[in-house]
């Protein structure tokens, strides 16, 4: 019964978040206007002099991780691989904030990081520092990229989770 539950309630949420998208700009916001008259926001990317994190951004981020802290205990009940709940979040995030090239690259990190660890390629620790490590590299390039990602929610997840800096 819990589980028919809990399999409804993922279902709910991801159908409900299909409803209020727009496919395919994948701009949860399409009201967000640009703050400047040098600034366009296109597919979810800011171009332009000035940058501004869409307004939902950090709201975004913390339902990444309230579904992110779902699956985790779904994998501890033994009810789900690590991967199964890698692939489901993906799902989640697409549905949440769309593509973008930094939450993309990520996600095929961590994705990449899941499959070995489940394997036992790496430990717990190998897998923190392998996602670490790149996420230090979009750090380094953040500052000097010229168009970026107007919502990096599962990447800002990410960084939270290792008590990184956010990309702002």
Known sequence: MMKNILALSVIAVL????????????????????SSQSEKVDNGTVKGNSYKLADSHWSDVSRIRDEATRLSYRVAQGTMTKVQAAQMLNQFRIAQVGHNIIDDDMYDIYLRSAVESQQGSIDTAQSKGYIKNALSGWQQRWPNMKE???????????????????LQ
């Open 148 to 166: 970026k990602p107007s919502n990096p929610a599962f990447t800002n997840f990410l960084m939270e989770v290792m008590n990184m800096k956010p």
């Open 15 to 34: 159908m409900s978040a299909c409803t209020t998208f727009d496919v395919p700009t994948f701009n949860k916001n399409p009201n967000n206007k640009p």
